[in-house]
Every structure is written in structure tokens, then in C-alpha cells.
């Protein structure tokens, strides 16, 4: 969204210069960041899931605005805050400029939102994570972000007629929209993404909660078990001549995915051994006392493989949610702190048209352009897969 700037008369040739090219390098680099984005999530295979598809919607705005919206941003400042492409092209480049900024904004909301139906609600997410669904979100986002920035092409606008040389191409100031546009794209957006993270923050905190207690009492649990099988020991220990009545009795479970196992051993049993097929359980039964070793052995197993296979999965489920909620969190903070300041000053400019210098003003609005240029950067440092995808698009570009 662009306001009032004045880079070319309120700076020295020195500072000028430094600017344009930061400009340049910032349209560069978003570009590039964005295209690699959408490359990944279509030919690194760990990236093709629908909930990655939301953040090609995110990227396909961020990359609207580096190539649509900011090269006409950057032609504004450079011919000192006046507009030589006419009326129609400044309507289209401001409306342009709502739309992808807002469509951007949406993304964020809509991932929030995915994220909260994975951690809340996961067999019912599971069922509905469809492509179809995913894509009737998007079209929801970018029809929603489209009647928030139309308005301004059919009236609701302070625009004047026509340009004159010296005339500033502005969004509109007029009270009722900038309310309305600023609510749609940026408050309530920015409050339903603060609630639904603090609900994903708070159930993943409670399942790590749950899964540190169920650990605590699986210990427990081995300690107990643990305890009564070495009583039969000591009873053989004192009591040598009456094995026949004081039989040991020992049973190992083991459950492994594609072929379950379960040894049952007992001295008073005759040998027999009982096979079915891989995808049922195998039973064998053997006469004579138990190896130590094998019986440490197969509790090791059982452990693995059955509850402490599961326990492992849990974990790292955990573990994923919670890098992935990270990074979107931090996505969603970075965005407060390069938006924020925009709309604050988007909502006075109506009542104080020159509360703000041209420095001031040309950084806040640069700023929030710059958050579209941060997105890739945070998903290539929090994201391992973003970052394998990316080196993989980098190294085929220099083989080539």
C-alpha cells in the first residue's frame, strides 16, 4: 500500500543512490525467494502436502507484489513523488497493490487456521485435507481480499478526476473505506491469528504435558514389573528341592509392525511353536529356564517396537507440530512487527494528513513490502525440508 514519499528531494545524491539500489536488491531478492518457494513445494517430494499448497498461495502474493506492484513503487520515489503514468494506471497499480498485500495478510490467517485444525481437531483435519478443500480456502482468500480492495475503482474514493504533473498517486483517504480496508486486511486478520495461535500454543503445551506423564507412569509401570519377576528368583534361590511346586513363570510381548510376535516360555509346558503368516502374530512356546541375556534382549525389543515404538512416534509427532507451529508463529511475528506500524499510521493519515515526514513515512511503508521478502528467508531457517529443497534448486542451477 503506498502513502506520500519523498526519497529523491529530501535526500543527498549519496543517500539517493543507496536507497534505489537497497530497493532494487529487496525486489531481487523477493523475487527469487518467492519462486523458490513455489518451485520447492512442487518438485521436492517431502514439500508436495496440501497444508504446504497455503503457503504457495502466500508466495504467489509476495511474488504479485515484487513483480505487479513494487518496480512502479520504486519509479514513484526515484521521480520525486509524482506520477507520470496517468489516472487509469495509478487506479490499477493501487488497487493491485490492496489486493496482493491483503491476499498475502489472508495466507497468514488461513495457515493459522489450518495449523489450529491439525493440532485441535486432527482426525477430523485428516478427513477434510483434501486438495478440494484446500483450494476452495484459497479462492475464499483471494475473493475476500478482492472485495476489499475493489471498492475504491466504483466511488468509495477521494481520488481527484485528473492528474496534474505535480500530482501524488495515493490510496484512498476517504474515512469510511480506510476504516474498512484496514479492519478487513489487518485487524481482524491480526485477532484471529493471535487467538488461534494461542490455542495451538496452548494444546501442544498440554500434549507435551500428557506425554511427559504418560512416560513418568510407563517407568513406574517397568519398575513394578520389574520387581515382581525377580521374586520367583529368590524363591528358587531358597528354596532349591522344591522346583517342581515352585515353577518360574516368564512372558515377553513384543508387538512390531508387519509381524507380531509374542514368546510365552514356561517350565511346566511341553516345546511347541506355532508360525502363521507375517501380517498375524507368531506364537512360539519353549521348554526350559530363560537366558537372561535373551530375556534382557526381548524386553529390549518389546520396548522398541511396542510401547516405547509408540512413545517414539508420539514424540516425534510432537516434535514436528512444534517446529511447525514455531516457524508459522514466527512468520505471523514478523509480520505484526513489519505491518503493524503501516496501519497504525494508515488509519491517522485521514485525520493528520502531515503527521508524518517523507523518511518516516517511505520506511513504514517499505517495511511492510519487506515482509514479503522475509517469508522465504524464515522457512529456509526453520524448515529443514525448505532448506534441502533449496539447495537442491541451487545445485541444479549451477550444474546446469
Known sequence: MNTTSEIHTSTSSWEFYVVVVSLCFTICFMIIGNVFVIVSVFTYKPLRKVPNFYIVSLAMADLMLAILVLPFSLLYAVLGNRWVLGVVTCKIW??????????????????????????????????????????????????????????????????????????????????????????????????????????????LYKRGRLYQFDRSESGRHSIRLSGVSSAPKMKRESANSHKSRNSR?????????????????????????????????????????????????????????????????RKMSLSREMRASKTLGIVMGVFVICWLPFFIMYL??????????????????????????????????????????FAQLVKCKICK
Not at 491483503?102 to 489450518?114: E, G, V
Not at 502374530?281 to 534382557?296: L, M, V
Open 94 to 203: 493501487l488497487t493491485l497493490d490492496i489486493l496482493v498485500c491483503t491476499a498475502s495478510i489472508h495466507s497468514l490467517c488461513a495457515i493459522a487456521i489450518d495449523r489450529y485444525c491439525a493440532i485441535t481437531e486432527p482426525i477430523i483435519y485428516v478427513k477434510h485435507r483434501t486438495v478440494q478443500t484446500m483450494r476452495n480456502k484459497m479462492m475464499f482468500v483471494w475473493g475476500l481480499s478482492t472485495l476489499i480492495s475493489l471498492p475504491p475503482l466504483f466511488g468509495w474514493n477521494n481520488w481527484p478526476d485528473n492528474f496534474m504533473e505535480d500530482e501524488i498517486c495515493k490510496p484512498s483517504t476517504e474515512l469510511g473505506y480506510v476504516i474498512y480496508s484496514a479492519l478487513g486486511t489487518f485487524y481482524l486478520p491480526l485477532f484471529v491469528m493471535s487467538v488461534l495461535y494461542f490455542s495451538v500454543y496452548k494444546a
Open 249 to 313: 513363570k516368564s512372558m515377553a510381548l513384543s508387538t512390531i509392525f508387519g509381524s507380531n510376535t509374542i514368546d510365552i516360555e514356561k517350565n511346566s509346558c511341553h516345546e511347541a511353536q506355532v508360525h502363521k503368516s507375517s501380517s498375524t502374530k507368531n506364537y512360539r512356546f519353549s521348554q526350559g529356564k530363560t537366558d537372561p541375556r535373551t530375556k534382557s534382549r526381548t524386553n529390549s525389543d518389546s520396548d522398541d517396537n511396542g510401547t516405547g515404538g509408540i512413545q517414539l512416534r
Open 348 to 389: 491517522i493519515v485521514p485525520f493528520c494528513d502531515n503527521c508524518f515526514n517523507a523518511r518516516v513515512e517511505q520506511l513504514i511503508i517499505w517495511l511492510g513490502y519487506i515482509n514479503s521478502a522475509v517469508n522465504p528467508v524464515i522457512y529456509t531457517s526453520f524448515n529443514l525440508d525448505f532448506r534441502r529443497a
